[in-house]
């Protein structure tokens, strides 16, 4: 299983972007879809995760509010939503996938994700 991100880009403060990412095959081993990102010279760090099944949401304590994730009813792409976005907002944003049973334990943890995707730029800057 690849999966495919995309929509990052260049926005201005205050702007909006949406991140879509989309696995290449299905499997009834997904747990969890997240989100992660990357800023220069910074460790991936935890944005938004979502429970396969029951659909059950997670945050970074910082990004709620401004951050949405969601999937399309088929459960075949699942979406970040980003609004009013800073210029600290600035990584690049991973999609990853786990296979863990236990990861409704511990949604927040990288190690739980075994799946990632390729990442795309954000980059918010006047």
């Known amino acids: 299983v690849q999966l495919q991100a995309s929509g990052g880009g260049t926005v201005q403060p205050g702007g909006s972007l949406r991140l879509s990412c989309t696995p290449s095959?299905?499997?009834?081993?997904?747990?969890?879809m997240a989100w992660f990102r990357q800023g220069p010279g910074m460790e991936r760090e935890f944005v938004a995760a979502?429970?396969?099944?029951?659909?059950?949401?997670y945050y970074s304590d910082f990004k709620k509010g401004r951050f949405t994730i969601s999937r399309d009813n088929a459960k075949t792409t699942v979406y970040l939503q980003m609004d009013s976005l800073k210029p600290e907002d600035t990584a690049v944003y991973y999609c990853?996938?786990?296979?863990?049973?236990?990861?409704?334990?511990?949604?927040?943890?990288?190690?739980?994700?075994?799946?990632w995707g390729q990442g795309t730029q954000v980059t918010v800057s006047s």
């Open positions: 095959s299905q499997t009834a081993d997904r747990y969890a």
């Open positions: 979502m429970m396969w099944v029951g659909g059950t949401k």
């Open positions: 990853a996938s786990s296979s863990s049973r236990d990861v409704i334990l511990y949604p927040r943890n990288i190690r739980k994700y075994k799946i």
